[in-house]
């Protein structure tokens, strides 16, 4: 399956996750990319948006080979063959200053908002794709954390083998496609997949306030 760009992947989500609309629940972008898929779901679903910021933690020889992934909680998931060959000082470090990176992005993106209640709610995890997983897996354990009732994790794509990993974790996961043969990246199943920018994440998110408040107004009624 191909798409046309986020948006069309978003809306397409959106429709495979109808059965959730207006219930109780929160959907969680993963940003970027999985912002622009997070808006469309959250307003066809009626749902609050908020966000889980994974960082990797990239192997020191190969900065794009990620070995473990964190959340701003400190919340973690790693490969730990690789980690295991790895400086453990050098790795603290850096679990450290990518954990410090998750916050300082969840404070420019959201300023003060507090993050959405979820205790014995769905949580809904977004992303715009999903390949080795170590970024979903680490939203998914911060997911966890925050005790919610169900958790759901909804993607355009993702490789067989991955699925298989998430599903052992998850109360449901919902994939658009899942290819015998994956092609190795997120972007070869999307004719347009640019870069989303800072800008781009802090102007989806402003529409949700009113969403958001509304279900907070709600659910102190």
Known sequence: MRFRN????????????????????????????????GAEVAQA??????LIIPRKVGHPMSPEYAIC????????????WEVARVDPQ???????VQQLEARRRRELYLKDRAPVPVTGRTAIIVDDGIATGL??????REARRRRPGRVVVAIPVVPGDTA?????????LVALDIPEYYLGAVGAYYDEFPQI????????????????????ENRRA
């Open 6 to 37: 986020r948006t069309d992947a978003g809306k397409k989500l959106a429709l495979a996750l109808k059965h959730y609309r207006n219930q109780d629940g929160v959907v969680y972008a993963l940003p970027r990319g999985g912002v622009v898929l």
């Open 45 to 50: 679903l009626r749902l609050p948006l908020d």
């Open 69 to 80: 992934a964190v959340v701003e909680s400190g919340e973690k998931v790693c490969n730990e």
């Open 90 to 96: 050098w790795f603290q470090r850096e679990v450290e």
């Open 135 to 140: 970024t979903m897996e680490a939203a998914i």
């Open 164 to 172: 298989a990993r998430l599903r052992r974790q998850v109360d449901e």
């Open 197 to 216: 920018t800072d800008a781009e994440v802090i102007a989806l998110l402003e529409q949700a306030p009113a969403a958001v408040a509304e279900k907070h």
